[in-house]
């Protein structure tokens, strides 16, 4: 389209205090666009100037130069007219110094950034199909159960697709479930059975029961399913998947140093439900009552040579069932060991409740062994108890809490037609839980549209299920009306672009393939990539990826940033003011830099910002084309990766640190040293260390020297 353009600068919130403002607006010759000012661009009468603008005077380009684009964001959306964000009021006036020549650069630099990326983005063509609204639950238990219930409620169509011969999962085979109202005291009805009752009497709700999924293909909104039930194959198609297999007993035949498997009357937890659900807490060896009964802790858990991690729920468990062995039997003694008791929240009382109890003894402490005697009664020696010393123990049943095993850790549930695998991808941190990025998106695995919901995301009690799977059950409802109207849904929320691929030039190198990390493409038999739109996170990791530069959106492509990277205004060598271009995340990084704007802190003013989608989306090219204009230092400051990542991309900033091999190979052409480029992690909570962050990269690159590329 012509592009007829409108710079609109903002002289509110101490930008006009701190601004020569008169001085940026005669750029406008040079920018070719019409600048205007206004006291408060937010207002009724400054969004009134604009607006006029585009309605009389046909501008169809708008740079807002004011406060960051991560606020106001409504209030500067224009229908059919591109919008560029410039930020002077927490990245310039709020962290410069104010009416300094050098503050006053900085201003003019990201007008003239911001053009020159408003006259090369284009408007969205959002990619629309008709989708189907109904959701896929693969699991027939509480998780499972409650998401169906609440997507048919908000009146979507759920069909559920569970293993067993019947719903209910581990639900269904409980006694009792942990309370839920005050005081957190009194044991209460699993309700399994209403639940049932619910689903069958939904119209909204198709159950297949024995049955598997055998193929999931497709996209949001247009999943194509493929169900084995009952030795034959139904075919189906949903619009997204909620993934609540939940989770599996750890297999106790590894607990030989507890005594299970050696003596019959050491059992699981799970064991131990089903005695009290099916009539007695009895001893497997003759079948007498068990009226002395001791519950070992983390048996198996916390353990590197088992499961590493705390199964959450075990100790109420097991003070639950400590619960059924007194209301059996009013003179029974039960006997809780454990490394620490976890009742977090409201169980905290249900814990207090336990400790009331005369008949219920509770100690920290270690089993050193476990011994049987003629009549099959089990002998217990503790260690480093809280009573001081080692104690002895004769029980006639020993329970163990032996922790939860995701089914994912163990089955193929998904069976994913997807060129990167069935399965969601392995993350050691999660043990085989399903995958999810916790710290942003607590529902969200790496393939859209698939949400994990209970146990076979975490261990849960019935309760936090419930909660999960509600939350689930809305966000795979809201995946679906977004990819209906063409947008993504997190964390780019309401974004209409998506990746375009110019195929014309692609070499199948499967660079974009490979690393997009939430399996958007697929692949043709020569390893082109084939595009499943309603997959893409607009994260642009695949732009960053393409060494041919095929891949771009229509606001955000290696052509629009290299525009801004190539409009700065890099001083002379004579100046002694080394210029230094920084690739931002505008997740964690970009908003560490408005908190320090916010909170008045002040860094080197030879510093310009480009935010970015991601870490992972940089491509190689912004960085020659920097270096190759003069300037002296590039900083690529994105999320944490590692163990602790909070990349709201998954892998953005690992892929990107990855990548700095393919860096080197850019400074190595250019002649130039290693240490002008630097790639830093940054949470929105380190916005502190900002001036110390870039102080010392400046002490680097005066210890280099000015790039040599200077003036050329």
């Known amino acids: 389209m012509e592009r007829k353009v409108g710079v609109y600068i903002c002289t509110g919130c101490g930008i006009g205090e701190a601004l020569d403002v008169e001085k940026l607006s005669n750029m406008g010759p040079s920018l070719g666009a019409t600048v205007k000012t206004h006291e408060f661009l937010c207002g009724e009468q400054g969004l009134q100037l604009i607006k006029g603008d585009i309605d009389g005077e046909g501008v169809n380009t708008v740079v807002i130069a004011a406060c960051s684009p991560r606020v106001n964001y409504e209030e500067f959306d224009f229908p059919n007219t591109v919008v560029e964000r410039v930020n002077l009021r927490e990245h310039v006036a709020w962290s410069h110094t104010p009416n300094d020549e050098d503050t006053q650069r900085i201003a003019s630099d990201y007008i003239k950034m911001g053009t020159a990326k408003a006259k090369k983005i284009e408007l969205p063509e959002p990619h629309i199909e008709e989708v189907t609204r109904s959701v896929l639950v693969i699991g027939g238990g509480v998780s499972g159960m409650t998401a169906a219930l609440e997507v ?14 019947q719903l209910g999962g581990w639900m269904g085979k409980m006694k009792k479930r942990l309370p839920t109202q005050y005081p957190y005291a009194k044991l209460e009805d699993p309700g399994v059975d209403a639940k049932v009752a619910e689903i069958n009497s939904n119209p909204n709700i198709k159950v297949y029961t024995s049955a598997t999924v055998e193929q999931i293909a497709g996209q949001p909104g247009m999943f194509d399913v493929t169900i084995n039930a009952n030795g034959g194959t139904v075919e189906t198609r949903v619009g997204s998947v909620v993934l609540a297999t939940g989770w599996k007993p750890y297999d106790a035949s590894k607990l ?57 729920v075990c100790c109420a468990t097991s003070l639950k069932q400590a619960t059924y062995v007194r209301e059996s039997d009013p003179n029974a003694l039960v006997y809780i060991i454990y490394k620490d008791m976890r009742t977090p929240g409201q169980y905290e009382l249900f814990y207090k409740s336990a400790q009331d109890d005369p008949g219920i003894f509770l100690t920290k402490g270690n089993i050193t062994s476990i011994t049987e005697d003629e009549a099959n009664n089990l002998i217990l020696e503790v260690e480093d108890t809280l009573l001081g010393g080692p ?14 095993v995701p089914t994912t850790a163990e089955e193929a549930i998904l069976n994913l037609k997807y060129r990167q695998g069935p399965g969601l991808p392995d993350l050691d941190l999660f043990n085989g839980f399903a995958d999810s990025n916790f710290i942003c998106f607590p529902y969200e695995t790496r393939r859209t549209g698939i949400y994990s919901a209970g146990c076979v995301k975490m261990p849960q009690t019935i309760a936090e299920s419930i909660d999960d799977a509600t939350g689930a059950a809305l966000k795979a409802i ?6 209906s109207r063409g947008m993504a849904v997190h964390p780019r929320a309401g974004d209409m672009t998506y990746p375009e691929f110019f195929l014309q030039r692609c070499t199948q190198c499967k660079r974009c393939t490979e690393e997009c990390p939430f399996g958007t493409l697929d692949e043709d038999e020569k390893g082109t990539p084939q595009p499943n739109p ?15 530069r095929l891949i771009s959106f229509k606001n955000y492509s290696v052509d629009i940033l290299s525009s801004a990277v190539k409009i700065i205004d890099v001083p002379g060598e004579e100046e002694g003011k080394p210029m230094v271009v920084a690739f931002v995340c505008e997740n964690d990084a970009y908003p560490a830099f408005d908190m320090a704007g916010i909170n008045r802190i002040q860094y080197d003013p030879n510093v310009r910002m480009i935010p970015v989608r ?4 940089c491509n190689t090219v912004w960085i020659a084309d920097a270096l190759s204009k003069g300037v002296d230092g590039i900083l690529m400051i994105g999320c944490k990766y590692g163990d602790d990542y909070q990349c709201h991309f998954a892998k953005g900033s690992e892929l990107a640190n990855y990548r700095m091999g393919k860096v080197q190979e850019t400074l190595n052409r250019l002649v130039l040293e290693s240490d002008r480029v630097q790639l830093l992690q940054l949470s929105i909570d380190e ?26």
């Open 614 to 617: 991601c870490l992972g989306s």
């Open 391 to 404: 104690i002895k123990i004769k029980a006639d049943m020993v329970v163990l809490a032996t922790g939860m």
């Open 478 to 483: 809201q995946v679906v009306e977004a990819v």
């Open 256 to 312: 030989e140093s507890y005594g299970y498997g050696v003596y019959p009357n050491v059992v699981t937890n799970v064991a131990m439900e089903e005695m009290a659900k099916n009539g007695g807490i009895n001893r497997p060896s003759d079948g007498k009552a068990a009226k002395n009964v001791v519950f070992i802790q983390c048996a198996g858990q916390r353990d590197a040579d088992h499961l590493p991690y705390c199964s959450s």
């Open 687 to 712: 916005y502190d260390k900002i001036p110390s962050i870039i102080g010392e990269f400046m002490e680097k690159l005066q210890e280099i020297g000015p790039n040599p590329y200077k003036g050329f």
């Open 534 to 548: 309603n997959r893409c996170r607009r994260c642009g990791i695949c732009m960053g990826a393409c060494p041919e």
């Open 152 to 165: 048919a409620r908000a009146g979507y169509e759920a069909v559920i697709v569970e293993k067993e011969a």
